[in-house]
């Protein structure tokens, strides 16, 4: 595993982690762990799909044009030369 070291972390900052931390009863780092998987994209699954609906729910989307399509084209011949 990684570790990462924080430099000059306001007093505030850490003192809100600790208080966090404590209501979720484990430690600082465990907490930090926590935050920073959220923070870059633990969201997969149902979840992904909750939070999406949720994100634009209010919106009417577009309506696309679509290309025109031309015909099949041919099938490659096999014939012996």
């Given at each position: ?80 030369s």
């Open positions: 595993m990684a570790m990462i070291t924080i430099r000059n972390l306001d007093d505030v900052v850490k003192e809100q982690l600790r208080m966090r931390a404590a209501r979720h009863g484990r430690s600082m780092e465990e907490e930090a762990r926590d935050i920073l998987k959220q923070a870059v994209g633990g969201i997969t699954g149902a979840k992904l799909w909750e939070r999406s609906r949720s994100l634009f729910k209010d919106e009417d989307g577009v309506d696309l044009e679509l290309p025109a399509r031309g015909g099949d084209r041919a099938s490659p011949g096999f014939a012996e």
